[in-house]
């Protein structure tokens, strides 16, 4: 499963748009790229995924470039309540085991 | 429409003894995976549950097991807990044949082995 490298935390002001990168080298051809979040004691949540190019959905946006070798989270006018960690995930085995890292975990600030 | 329910949420066990932690998938979901979550660090997948056998398995030892009810709710059994075993244990549900990568998380159960 190709492994994933995302910053380890981030800090951003109410109102900005953050974006965070995620570097996956070894992505396989029929790999799906899947962000997810969690607060604080709580489960993470499935927030967007993408193969290629751009997917933009309520919540965020998900900047894939054409190698794929890296993609993108991109959130709009951040909130206090978007505080949390934002897991990316690689992988294209339907329904089964999610792989994490560490995550990013994203500070905003009044 | 419900969603993943796990309890309890919080436990407090001593080290030598076993738990059992249970979960119910949301609603329409067949398949049931186990995630470990020390603090600090994301999930690590344990184990995952279809049609009532374990289809794929993490690096745990055997003292993790698990099994999946006719309803698919299933249950995690630890047995002989370390101090080690204290984490957040995560229990997630999807559809068999579902979008790529998308699980349900519940809100969890602390465990705590003292």
């Known amino acids: 499963l190709a492994k994933t490298t995302q910053p380890i935390s981030m800090d951003s002001y109410e109102g900005q748009e953050v974006n965070i990168t995620c570097s996956h080298n070894n992505i396989a051809t029929n790999d799906y790229i899947t962000w997810y979040q969690q607060f604080p004691s709580q489960g993470p949540r499935f927030i967007i995924q993408g193969y290629k190019t751009k997917v933009t959905n309520e919540v965020a946006s998900l900047f894939i470039p054409a190698d794929r070798k890296s993609s993108t989270l991109s959130l709009p006018r951040v909130s206090l309540s978007d505080t949390a960690v934002y897991y990316c995930l690689v992988g294209g085995n339907q329904g089964g085991k999610l792989i994490f890292g560490q995550g990013t975990e994203l500070s905003v600030k009044p | 429409d419900a969603g993943v329910t796990q309890s309890p949420t919080h436990l407090i066990k001593t080290r030598g003894q076993q738990v059992t932690l249970r979960c119910s998938p949301k609603?329409?979901?067949?398949?049931v995976s186990w995630y470990q979550q020390a603090l600090g660090q994301g999930p690590q997948f344990i184990f995952q549950?279809?049609?009532?056998?374990?289809?794929q398995r993490g690096n745990f030892p055997d003292r993790f097991s698990g099994h999946q009810f006719p309803n698919y709710s299933s249950e995690l059994n630890v047995n002989a807990l370390l101090l080690g075993d204290s984490a957040l244990y995560l229990c997630?549900?999807?559809?068999?044949?579902?979008?790529?990568?998308?699980?349900?998380f519940g809100p969890g159960t602390r465990l705590t082995v003292t």
């Open positions: 549950y279809y049609e009532e056998e374990e289809r």
């Open positions: 997630a549900s999807s559809l068999r044949g579902g979008r790529h990568y998308e699980q349900y």
């Open positions: 609603s329409g979901h067949d398949t």
